[in-house]
C-alpha cells in the first residue's frame, strides 16, 4: 500500500492547502481524505432511496410511497385564496 501520493499539478495543489486551511486547521492529508469520503458517501447513496445501506427501511405491503399523503387539496393548489 502507497504511503505517500505526490501531486503536481498547482491548482491542485492550491485547492488542497485552501481546504486544509479553512476545515482541517492546515492538515493537508486530512483535507484530502475527508474529499475522498465524501465522494464515496455520494455513490453509495446514489442508488437507495432512504440511505447507503440496502433494507434500511422497511415498508409494509400495500403502502404507496408515491401516493399523496394529504386527504384534502391544499389551497396553494386550487388557488382559492384564504379569509383571514
Known amino acids: 500500500m502507497a504511503t505517500v501520493i505526490t501531486i503536481n499539478r498547482p491548482e491542485v495543489v492550491a485547492l ?21 469520503r465524501r465522494l464515496l458517501e455520494q455513490d453509495a447513496r446514489a442508488g437507495t432511496l432512504f440511505g447507503a445501506h440496502k433494507g434500511s427501511v422497511r415498508v409494509a405491503e400495500g403502502v404507496d410511497l408515491t401516493a399523496p399523503s394529504l386527504d384534502v387539496v391544499p389551497d396553494a393548489e386550487t388557488g382559492w385564496e384564504v379569509a383571514r
Not at 18 to 32: P, Q
Open 16 to 36: 488542497i492547502e485552501e481546504v486544509a486551511k479553512r476545515m482541517t486547521g492546515g492538515n493537508k492529508t486530512e483535507a484530502v481524505a475527508l474529499a475522498m
